[in-house]
C-alpha cells in the first residue's frame, strides 16, 4: 500500500504546456515518460507521483487535497478562487517567456469602444468568473457565457466580445480581432494544498522542488564560459565582459597566465567571443547550463 506520507502528488499541465513543463523538470534532474494513453507519467524519483491535467483544474485539486502540489496559471487559480499556497513563479510558456494576458476584444469594426459600451451584451471566455469581477470592478452588467473553445470566431456573429488568452495577439489579429483593455497577466505558478505546505516531509519535498525548478528556469539561454588568458589582459577583460556575476579568476600553472569562467546570456556569446580573442583569451570553450541556483 502506498505511504502518502513519504509521497508527493504533483499535478502538471497537460495542453500547450506539458512539452515545456516537462523539458523544465529534466533540466532541473527529473526524468518524466509519458505514454500518449495515459495521464499517469512515470517519473525518476519513487518519491514523487505525476498527475498530466488540465491546467484549469490543477488549482481546485491541489486546494481540496487530491493533489499536494502543482503548476498551474496564475489566472485559473484566481479564476477558480482557489486557497492554496503559491510557491514561486515560472515565466515560460510554449513560444516565449513572456506572461501571456487574458485581454477583452471586439471586431475590428465594432462600435463598442470602451468597457463601459459593454453595458448589456453577451461576452464569451473561458475565464467565466475572472471576466465577471472584472465587469463588476468597472460597474458594468453584460452576459457572460462560457466558451468550450474557438473562441475567437464567436464574434460578431454569435456573441458581442470575448475575453481570450494571447501571447503575441497574432491570432486575434488574425481574426480580425481589436484589443479593448487587459484584463490579467498570468504566469505559470507552483501552489501547494495548505496541509500539505504544513506537513514538514511534504514541505521539505516541495521547497526542494521548487529550487530546482527556479534553478533550471535560471539556466535558461544561459551558458557557460571559460577560456585561458595572459594575466596583463585581465583588466581589459573584466571590463569587456558582461558577466551575470564577476567570473572566476585563478592562476594557471604557467607563469603570467590566469583561467577565467564566467556565465552569461547565450545571445551575447556570438558577440563577445571575437572581442575576448582578441584581448588575447585562447583556449575559450562554451558549455550548456542545466541549472543556476543563486
Not at 487535497?65 to 502543482?70: A, E, F, P, R
Request: net charge neutral; hydrophobic share 45%.
Amino acid at each position: 500500500m502506498e505511504d502518502n506520507s513519504r509521497t508527493l502528488r504533483v499535478g502538471l499541465p497537460s495542453g500547450s504546456l506539458q512539452e515545456p513543463t516537462i523539458s523544465l523538470f529534466a533540466k532541473a534532474g527529473f526524468s518524466i515518460s509519458v505514454s500518449s494513453r495515459s495521464y499517469k507519467p512515470t517519473v525518476d524519483d519513487p518519491e514523487l507521483v505525476i498527475r498530466l491535467l488540465r491546467a484549469q483544474e490543477i488549482s481546485r485539486y491541489v486546494e481540496h487535497g487530491y493533489l499536494d502540489c502543482g503548476l498551474t496559471g496564475r489566472d485559473w487559480i484566481e479564476n477558480n478562487g482557489s486557497d492554496v499556497v503559491r510557491l514561486g513563479e515560472f515565466v515560460f510558456s510554449k513560444t516565449s517567456a513572456r506572461p501571456t494576458r487574458w485581454v477583452l476584444a471586439v471586431p475590428e469594426d465594432s462600435a463598442i469602444k470602451s468597457v463601459k459600451d459593454l453595458e448589456g451584451k453577451l461576452i464569451a471566455t473561458e475565464a467565466v468568473e475572472m471576466t465577471r469581477a472584472f465587469l463588476a470592478k468597472h460597474g458594468v452588467k453584460a452576459e457572460v457565457e462560457f466558451s468550450w473553445g474557438a473562441t475567437e470566431v464567436k464574434v460578431p456573429d454569435l456573441v458581442d466580445a470575448i475575453v481570450d488568452v494571447t501571447e503575441t495577439g497574432s491570432s486575434l489579429r488574425a481574426n480580425k480581432l481589436r484589443i479593448l483593455e487587459t484584463i490579467m497577466e498570468s504566469v505559470p505558478v507552483f501552489c501547494a494544498n495548505k496541509a500539505a505546505h504544513a506537513d514538514a516531509w511534504k514541505r521539505q519535498k516541495i521547497e526542494r522542488l521548487v529550487l530546482l525548478l527556479q534553478g533550471a528556469l535560471a539556466a535558461r539561454d544561459k551558458v557557460g564560459l571559460k577560456m585561458n588568458l595572459p594575466e596583463a589582459a585581465l583588466d581589459g577583460l573584466l571590463k569587456a565582459l558582461p558577466a551575470l556575476r564577476r567570473p572566476t579568476v585563478s592562476k594557471l600553472t604557467e607563469e603570467g597566465w590566469v583561467a577565467v569562467e564566467t556565465i552569461m546570456d547565450e545571445k551575447i556569446v556570438r558577440e563577445i567571443i571575437p572581442t575576448l580573442k582578441l584581448l588575447g583569451a585562447e583556449g575559450i570553450i562554451e558549455y550548456p547550463l542545466n541549472k543556476v541556483v543563486y
